[in-house]
């Protein structure tokens, strides 16, 4: 599962993961923080990698 570490995400910028995700599985809420859909998401890593912050990790 893909999730947002929020510790690390600033949640103060619009999020340009939103371009990157192949699904369009990443929105982001009224507070900042993206939000991943997870009836879209197919766990690629994109998202992962290409977060400036590092904020986006995979659980197992
Ligand atoms: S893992 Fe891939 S499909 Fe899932 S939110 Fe990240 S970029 Fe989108």
Do not use: F, W
Not at 32 to 59: M, N, S, V
């Amino acid at each position: 599962m893909i999730v947002v570490d929020r510790n690390k995400c600033p949640h103060d910028h619009r999020c340009p993961l939103m371009d990157i995700c192949p699904e369009e599985a990443i929105s982001q809420g009224d507070d900042g923080y993206p939000i991943i859909d997870y009836t879209l998401c197919i766990e690629c890593g994109i998202c992962i990698k290409r977060c400036p912050l590092r904020a986006i990790k995979q659980l197992n």
